[in-house]
């Protein structure tokens, strides 16, 4: 039985997808599969995926119509054979290492879930910061470090025994899926572990879901995932965590997104869905512990001042857009 299987949704990223699978192919670990899932690409991205498919036996192509990037991940899945799953983005790439780190880490342990540190990188290939978890023990990872890690599905590798249990199924026709998604795995109470070893590495690239300079409407889906995060846990003991997590990338990150491109109707929304669902966020213990001008500029976002932060800009330098 293979070990590991490594899902990839590919579409359009023909400048990317070979860093990517010289990454795989490349593992010092050998013991793993990889399923390519070609979305539609109307780019040069399949003609580059078969040239690596001829040259490597464990490369498996799918293609399909376009349908986007969690049809083609849920589509994978279907097909996977490995004991772990790992769900790895196309203009991203991993450490030679990734796969005989997680072996090693995995010897004698029994996890759901394995996270990782990583880095983000500039699409010119400067490090731009490297993300660390908050964990006390230095391997296992409780329920509120979980869900306080990163929503991510990629910075993860996952028992396919318990995604099978739990019939796991990424959110379709949207973006911010896993936002949405993977906090609500803690609800099945799976056992989770972090190397604490930056193992991937996250290109900002032209393909990156909110990295843009053109405004795109599926940024509109922050709304809907944000629902759904909502209704998941509402009567749930992880609503206190929840709302930071709302917090911090709804009406915060996602307020910023959206003033970028001076939405204020977008923010305005966000606003009354924190009215609604959380009009006390500002005393939330979490929240409470943020940096004072994240938490200023939150609160000019929830009020609509749209003037006073234009204004504050210019004069005290006030936003300082995420990297």
Known sequence: MIKYSVIIPVYNVENYISKCL???V???YKDLEIIIVNDGSTDKSLDIVLNYQKKYSNIKLFNIDNHGQSYARNY??????????SFIDSDDYVDTNLFLEIDNFLKNKNYDIVMFSYKAISKEGK??????????????????????????????????????????H????????????????????????????????????DASTTRNIEYKEKYEDLIKASNILYNEFKDSTYLNEIAFIIYYHFLYLGSLNFY??????????????MMEKFPNWRKNKYVLKRDKKEKLLAYLFYKKRYKLIK?????????VYEK
């Open 76 to 85: 994978g899945l279907k097909y996977a054979r490995g004991i772990y799953i």
């Open 170 to 205: 990424l959110p379709e026709g949207m973006i911010y899926e896993d936002y949405c998604y993977i906090p609500t795995l803690i609800k099945y109470s799976p056992k989770i572990g972090y190397i604490k070893k930056s193992l991937y590495y996250y290109v900002y690239s």
């Open 127 to 168: 490090v731009l910061f490297q993300k660390d978890f908050d964990v006390d023990d230095n391997y296992n990872v409780s329920s509120i470090e979980y869900l306080f890690s990163d929503p991510s599905v990629w910075n993860k590798i996952y028992k396919k025994e318990f995604l099978d249990k739990i019939s796991f």
């Open 22 to 24: 010289d990454s795989l």
């Open 26 to 28: 490349n593992q010092t």
């Open 260 to 273: 970028k491109f001076k939405k204020y109707d977008k923010i305005d929304k966000i606003s009354d869905f």
């Open 311 to 319: 204004f504050m800009q210019t004069i005290k330098g006030l936003i």
